[in-house]
């Protein structure tokens, strides 16, 4: 049972455009939103993360937005670089346990 | 500052084969530590979770098993290898109960 959901598996976007990458989840004990930035054979790497008593949060390019309400989160990217292209998993937590449930990703590719 | 390492990166081994792939943490004392696999075509999903020396929980039943037999060591095992346990496999550690996991480097595990 996907709780995560990243309906979009892949995003092409020009450099210096923004990227919008989006989220949905289906636990309402969810609390704690977070997004990893994964390159080919590596492991992810965390990005940027937001507690549902916020409805956005930024760290320099990248800000995240969160609708409660509609169950909903995207990351936006401005201006997206070449270097951003990877692949970007949403993840949730919350309720009991300590697993954060991801998302399938999104590839992003940021083309010159 | 923190470091995961994990090894090997990459596993080639027959059906009905054992396995054990470790994980040890730098830089930190008592971190809760997790891994999760990442089969083809799907989101990461969390294997198991310690919190503490000789602590596992497993979040899915199955052919794998967990040991932490030192503060910052962790050893995912099994004796007998299925077809299905191919994948890649990631060990992760937060600041005890934090939402915030980071990832090591990975092992791409293939059984033939």
């Known amino acids: 049972d996907q709780q995560v959901k990243q309906n979009s598996p892949s995003l092409s976007v020009q450099e210096g455009r923004i990227s919008i990458l989006n989220c949905d989840y289906t636990n309402s004990m969810f609390d704690y939103f977070l997004w990893y930035k994964k390159y080919p054979a590596e492991g992810p790497t965390f990005l940027i993360s937001?507690?549902?008593?916020?409805d956005k949060n930024e760290d320099g390019r990248f800000t995240v937005f969160l609708n409660k309400s509609a169950k909903h989160l995207s990351l936006h990217i401005v201006p997206s670089q070449p270097g951003d292209s990877a692949v970007y998993f949403c993840?949730?937590?919350?309720?009991?346990?300590?697993?954060?449930?991801f998302g399938k990703g999104t590839s992003l590719l940021v083309t010159p | 500052s923190q470091t995961i390492h994990q090894w090997p990166a990459t596993l080639v081994q027959p059906v009905g084969s054992p396995l054990s792939l470790e994980c040890t943490v730098e830089g930190t004392s008592n971190p809760n530590l997790y891994w999760y696999r990442q089969a083809a075509g799907r989101g990461l999903q969390l294997l198991f979770y310690s919190v503490g020396i000789g602590q596992i929980s497993s979040e899915v039943p199955q052919n794998l098993s967990a040991s932490r037999p030192q503060d910052r060591q962790f050893i995912l095992s099994s004796k007998k290898l299925l077809l299905s346990d191919s994948g890649f496999y990631l060990c992760a550690w937060s600041y005890g109960a934090a939402y915030e996991q980071y990832f090591g480097p990975g092992t791409r595990l293939t059984v033939t």
């Open positions: 937001i507690s549902s008593i916020k």
């Open positions: 993840a949730a937590s919350g309720g009991s346990g300590y697993a954060l449930n």
